[in-house]
């Protein structure tokens, strides 16, 4: 069990890949904190973890907004302890059309979600890993960050730019031994 005594925040976790990630930590011995914008996502994921005998908790937030993450960074640590690893999951993508047809709103909401809650949930953990001066923080980006996708304007830009905000923080958090990685599917 890898990470037995860790404690982990998933972004995300309420389904898909999150769900997974939140899921495999649980097996690998992490206490998990599982976010999702929905409760009831959140608290399914957090109650599978809980019957195989796992500890989780269920945290309702947008990771856009900064007062909700900071709710959550901070009820992580007081409900378990400890937040050792991030992992950045929350991510939505937008309605596939040519740049000139998209909405300026469906821009602005993707970026809030992606970049910007990726930015938030890293400021408000990298502050408890500093003190403690240890941990882990991985970005789920995008293979679109590298290679862009014609007609997801919003969301390969977002996925380049948490891609880019990775080595960013990796360079800027290694001297408090916070590891800072992206994982691009």
Not at 24 to 43: C, K, S, Y
Request: proline share 2%.
């Amino acid at each position: 069990m890898r990470f037995t005594g860790k404690t982990v925040l998933v972004t995300g976790s309420g389904r898909g890949i999150g769900q997974a990630i939140a899921l495999g930590f649980a097996r690998e011995g992490a206490a998990v904190a599982v976010n999702a914008a929905h409760l009831a996502t959140a608290e399914d994921t957090a109650a599978q973890i809980r019957t195989a005998g796992g500890r989780a908790i269920a945290i309702e937030a947008d990771v856009a907004d900064e007062g909700q993450v900071n709710a959550m960074v901070a009820r992580t640590i007081a409900d378990l302890g400890a937040i050792d690893i991030l992992v950045n999951n929350a991510g939505i993508s937008q309605p596939i059309m040519p740049l000139v047809d998209q909405s300026t709103a469906d821009w602005d909401r993707v970026v809030a979600i992606n970049l910007r809650g990726t930015y938030l949930c890293s400021k408000a953990a990298a502050k408890w890993m500093i003190e403690k001066r240890a941990g882990k923080i991985v970005n789920i980006a995008s293979i679109a960050g590298l290679t862009g996708q014609p007609m997801r304007t919003a969301y390969a830009t977002s996925k380049a730019a948490v891609i880019n905000l990775t080595m960013v923080l990796a360079v800027e958090l290694a001297r408090y031994d916070i590891n800072v990685n992206a994982v691009l599917p």
